[in-house]
């Protein structure tokens, strides 16, 4: 293995630009800017294991699958096999983008993605009181009949938008596939692994079991960080930098943060749960594992975050 190891989880949401561009094609587009910036790490001596969020095109997935059982009967696709199916689709876009940005600069194009499932406890509260929504939006007219379909489902009024299906958001505890991901660094790849925060699993007497739940893909990423004992997270975002009191007239950008200091504001509440915050706690658990460096900024300011210092960065 590389002596500099790169993770860098890219935003679900980063990939689609605007809601008029939602194909597929409009996605690749975004991931070949994307790997462009990625690459002048490559440049730079790092190997990238790159992860990346879902949330938007499981959402698509699951609403052909609605709309395929409301015409013809079809049967629902389970969310494990959404995420697996998402990491399969968004993993090979950015394996082609980045191989070809690699090949154009003259370096070696070794990228491959690994379908990867992610060990998380039976017993985590999260499945006691799920709060991650996930899908479309259903009116009240609907529940009824959602309900008699679907009695395992837990459906909640999300914003006043309408009702939608929560799932549970466990906390990430082992990456399955580890070693396999290990055997592919060593022999020089860049690794596209743990899209969507990974499958996750369950152990039991009789081995692995998926299950309907979403893993914050910003903590899988700190995970393997940590454990492959990689010297660089980089959180991948629509914003140049983090914010404290966002939105508010006393806003305030973040360059360089000590761990503790950082730990300080996420307990004082300055970031969104559903946005900043889980980012935030990601990059404190890296640090305390060990980790170097946590860089949050946007695609086009990574290479420059890390010669120049731009961006949000975290550190012990």
Known sequence: MRKKLAVIAIGGNS?????????????????????????????????????????????FIMLR?????????????????????????????????????????GLAAKAVTLVTQVEVSPLD?????????????????????????HPEWILKQDANRGYRRVVASPIPLKIVEEEAVIALLENDFHVIAAGGGGVPVVRSDIGLTSVDAVIDKDKTAALLAGNLHAPLLVISTAVE?????????????????????????????????GSMAPKIEAAIAFIKNGGERVIITSPENIGEAIRHGKGTQIVP
């Not at 990625?38 to 949330?55: F, R």
């Not at 079809?74 to 993993?91: E, K, M, R, Y």
């Not at 200091?261 to 970031?271: R, T």
Request: net charge negative; aromatic share 6%; glycine share 8%.
């Open 15 to 59: 990939l689609i630009k605007h809601r008029s561009k939602q194909t597929v094609e409009d996605q690749y587009h975004a991931i070949c800017e994307t790997m462009t910036h990625l690459v002048d790490l490559v440049e730079m001596g790092y190997q990238l294991l790159i992860t990346h969020g879902n949330g938007p095109q499981v959402g």
């Open 65 to 105: 699958s609605e709309i395929a059982r409301e015409q013809v009967g079809l049967h629902i696709v389970p969310l494990s096999s959404c995420v697996a199916d998402t990491q399969g689709a968004i993993g090979l876009q950015i394996q082609q983008a980045l191989t070809d940005e690699l090949w154009k600069r």
């Open 125 to 149: 509260p999260g499945f006691v009181l799920p709060d991650k929504p996930i899908g479309e939006f259903y009116s009240e007219e609907q529940l009824t009949k959602l309900r008699e379909q």
């Open 241 to 273: 930098q983090v914010m404290l009191n966002f939105g508010t007239a006393a806003e305030q950008s973040l360059g360089e943060v000590q761990m503790v200091e950082m730990e300080k504001y996420l307990h004082a509440g300055h970031f969104a749960p």
